[in-house]
């Protein structure tokens, strides 16, 4: 079997339907588009991977693309990814092309890298999980858009302002790789590989390949501390004293006195019971890339 093509039909992509089409056509990658909702688009990935599928096209943001690779993981079905959706962080960080007929035509030429993803409690995520502030901005944003039809830049900064007054921190048991400590954070980061902390280029990452887990844990502060902090790290001029970080970390285990922690996953809230075990799977997914 040849190639599935997957498309997000949210995500805003309603109207890029025509484009979409023109650019897969243009490009050579015949084969029917696939329309599918945000919540099916995983099973519809793990058919395909079933089905033999060399190659699953995926088009969404990163949660799209997340939930597809995760469906690849450990298969032999590479990933071509368009992206469509409002950040795109994982293809920016492979160097995909963010306009559709370039991502088309690389998708064409077929280039293959084999890449990192990590996961928690087996669920896979491609860029990152947070424990704390984060998720709380997340499921507030996600509530504005739904009730008030905020695009999702201008309701994740409305967010940020409302979380600033009402985040606290949590006491958290963690276990790195075999060192255990207790700590007492706004937020625990968890990325895939390292995350760049200093301008230029704060938040990306260098490679996706290198079979690491990135840790932040940003210290307890003040509500002021934790604005100065939040803002300099915005500006990518983050302190010592704002955070600590821990690179080259395998698997990071998280206990709390809390049933279930709801957490981030790719720009996605979930909620899982404690603990939570993360870990790197290197080189797990191909994905068609420069």
Same mark, same amino acid.
């Given at each position: 079997?040849? $190639?599935?093509?997957l498309?997000?039909?949210g995500?805003?992509t309603a109207?890029?339907?025509p484009s979409?089409?023109?650019?897969?056509?243009?490009?050579?990658?015949?084969?029917?588009v696939?329309?599918?909702d945000g919540?099916?688009?995983a099973?519809? %990935?793990?058919?395909?991977?079933?089905?033999?599928?060399g190659l699953?096209i995926?088009?969404?943001?990163?949660?799209?693309?997340s %939930?597809?690779a995760?469906?690849?993981?450990?298969?032999?079905?590479?990933?071509g990814?368009?992206?469509?959706g409002?950040?795109?962080?994982? $293809?920016?960080?492979?160097?995909i092309p963010l306009?559709?007929?370039e991502?088309?035509?690389?998708i064409?030429?077929?280039?293959?890298?084999q890449?990192?993803?990590?996961?928690?409690?087996g669920r896979?995520?491609v860029?990152?999980?947070?424990?704390g502030?984060?998720?709380?901005?997340?499921?507030d944003?996600?509530?504005?858009q739904?009730?008030l039809?905020?695009s999702?830049?201008w309701?994740?900064?409305?967010? $940020?302002?409302?979380t600033?007054?009402r985040?606290?921190?949590?006491k958290?048991?963690?276990t790195?790789?075999?060192r255990? $400590?207790?700590?007492?954070?706004?937020?625990?980061?968890v990325?895939n590989?390292d995350?760049?902390?200093?301008m230029?280029? %704060?938040?990306?990452?260098?490679? !996706?390949?290198?079979?690491?887990?990135?840790?932040?844990?940003?210290?307890?502060?003040?509500?002021?501390?934790?604005?100065?902090a939040?803002?300099r790290s915005?500006?990518g001029? %983050?302190?010592a004293?704002?955070?600590v970080?821990i690179?080259?970390?395998h698997? !990071?285990?998280?206990a709390?006195?809390?049933?279930?922690l709801t957490?981030s996953?790719d720009?996605?809230?979930?909620?899982m019971?404690?603990p939570?075990d993360?870990r790197?799977?290197?080189?797990?997914v191909?994905?068609?890339?420069p």
């Amino acid at each position: 079997m040849g $190639a599935r093509i997957l498309i997000n039909s949210g995500a805003g992509t309603a109207d890029r339907r025509p484009s979409v089409e023109r650019g897969l056509t243009a490009a050579g990658l015949a084969g029917p588009v696939e329309w599918i909702d945000g919540g099916a688009i995983a099973d519809a %990935a793990r058919d395909a991977v079933e089905e033999g599928a060399g190659l699953v096209i995926a088009g969404g943001g990163d949660g799209t693309i997340s %939930a597809v690779a995760g469906a690849l993981a450990g298969s032999e079905t590479s990933l071509g990814i368009l992206p469509l959706g409002t950040l795109n962080h994982f $293809a920016r960080d492979l160097g995909i092309p963010l306009d559709l007929d370039e991502a088309a035509q690389l998708i064409a030429a077929g280039h293959k890298r084999q890449v990192d993803v990590a996961e928690v409690n087996g669920r896979v995520f491609v860029n990152n999980s947070a424990i704390g502030v984060y998720p709380l901005m997340v499921v507030d944003r996600d509530a504005q858009q739904s009730r008030l039809g905020r695009s999702k830049r201008w309701a994740m900064a409305v967010a $940020a302002a409302r979380t600033l007054f009402r985040f606290s921190s949590q006491k958290l048991t963690v276990t790195v790789d075999d060192r255990k $400590a207790r700590i007492d954070t706004p937020l625990l980061f968890v990325g895939n590989n390292d995350y760049r902390l200093q301008m230029p280029g %704060a938040g990306t990452r260098e490679a !996706i390949d290198r079979g690491e887990l990135f840790v932040l844990v940003l210290r307890r502060q003040s509500r002021l501390g934790f604005l100065v902090a939040a803002l300099r790290s915005l500006a990518g001029r %983050a302190r010592a004293e704002d955070s600590v970080t821990i690179d080259d970390v395998h698997r !990071i285990v998280v206990a709390s006195r809390s049933t279930f922690l709801t957490i981030s996953l790719d720009g996605e809230t979930v909620r899982m019971k404690q603990p939570l075990d993360y870990r790197i799977r290197p080189k797990a997914v191909t994905v068609i890339a420069p």
